[in-house]
């Protein structure tokens, strides 16, 4: 089994302990994308999302697991919210200069 293969495994039995887990739904769809298989790893990356709609890092997956489907139109969508949310949190106070 390839790395990425046992990491899926692995992240199937983290979810049914913490299905809400946002991180570990991410993971997932980078392992998929890193295993080309693009239309599995947006699902992964839109549960992540449907989870914790400003999650960076997922939106920015989905962006790309999108484009390498062909889907350019609906990637930019999700690189543009990524960069409105990144944007936005550079803009918050930091709580240790606070």
Do not use: C, R
């Amino acid at each position: 089994m390839i790395p990425y293969e046992e990491a899926m495994e692995k992240f199937k039995k983290v979810l049914k302990l913490d299905p809400d887990n946002v991180q570990i739904w991410a993971s997932w769809g980078v392992a998929l994308v890193e295993l080309k298989q693009f239309e599995k790893a947006a699902e992964k990356f839109k549960k992540a999302v449907e989870l914790q709609p400003d999650f960076v890092p997922a939106l920015y997956g989905w962006g790309l697991a999108l484009k390498a489907q062909g889907k350019e139109e609906e990637a930019a969508e999700k690189f543009q919210k990524a960069a409105e949310i990144d944007t936005a949190t550079q803009d918050l106070p930091n709580s240790e200069h606070t």
